[in-house]
T-cell receptor
Framework: QQQVKQSPQSLIVQKGGISIINCAYE??????FPWYQQFPGKGPALLIA?????SEKKEGRFTISFNKSAKQFSLHIMDSQPGDSATYFC??????????FGTGTKLQVIP | GAVVSQHPSRVICKSGTSVKIECRSL??????MFWYRQFPKQSLMLMAT?????????EQGVEKDKFLINHASLTLSTLTVTSAHPEDSSFYIC???????????????FGPGTRLTVL
């Protein structure tokens, strides 16, 4: 069962632009929402994470927006760079237990 | 951040053989580790949760006799793919949970993955 839905599947953004990836979840018990960045042939790396008691969290060029009532959250990458080209996964977990991943978004930032 | 290593990074084996993959937390102790499987261009699917000193908890549809997990110490978990077949070819990724200090949050750190190819 797909408990975390992610869109778009792929995304092409001009250098300097804003990349936006959206996710929606079903299980209201989830209380931790991380985003991971994965390069080809590598394991995922934690990028930024948020808890449902916060509506927004910003770290550098990366911002998570969280809408608890809509059960949606999104990742914004400001001033996107070619080095940001990777696959991004949203995820959700409950009580520090197993992480359920979204389907992934392949981001390509073109010069 | 904390470092999780996996060994080997890549393995090719013949059908019917068994393959062991190691997952180590290098600079922290992990009472809980997780094993994932990722097919090309797909998401990570949790296979099992490995707890130090106890039996692993397998996700629905994952054969525990096929994928043997041992979490012998606080820094090492192993996944053994027994009698491997071509359909077991995949990218296997482990993660380790680091306890938050001083009331901070726990964080999961992922290993670099192991590419298994079964001929």
């Amino acid at each position: 069962q797909q408990q975390v839905k992610q869109s778009p599947q792929s995304l092409i953004v001009q250098k300097g632009g804003i990349s936006i990836i959206n996710c929606a979840y079903e299980n209201t018990a989830f209380d931790y929402f991380p985003w991971y960045q994965q390069f080809p042939g590598k394991g995922p790396a934690l990028l930024i994470a948020i808890r449902p008691d916060v509506s927004e969290k910003k770290e550098g060029r990366f911002t998570i927006s969280f809408n608890k009532s809509a059960k949606q959250f999104s990742l914004h990458i400001m001033d996107s760079q070619p080095g940001d080209s990777a696959t991004y996964f949203c995820a959700a977990s409950w009580g520090y237990q197993k992480v359920t991943f979204g389907t992934g978004t392949k981001l390509q930032v073109i010069p | 951040g904390a470092v999780v290593s996996q060994h080997p990074s890549r393995v090719i084996c013949k059908s019917g053989t068994s393959v062991k993959i190691e997952c180590r937390s290098l600079d922290f102790q992990a009472t809980t580790m997780f094993w994932y499987r990722q097919f090309p261009k797909q998401s990570l699917m949790l296979m099992a949760t490995s707890n130090e000193g106890s039996k692993a908890t397998y996700e629905q549809g994952v054969e525990k006799d096929k994928f043997l997990i041992n979490h012998a110490s606080l820094t090492l978990s192993t996944l053994t793919v027994t009698s491997a077949h071509p359909e077991d070819s995949s990218f296997y990724i482990c993660s380790a949970r680091q306890r938050g200090s001083g009331g901070g949050e726990d964080t999961q750190y992922f290993g670099p993955g192991t590419r298994l190819t079964v001929l």
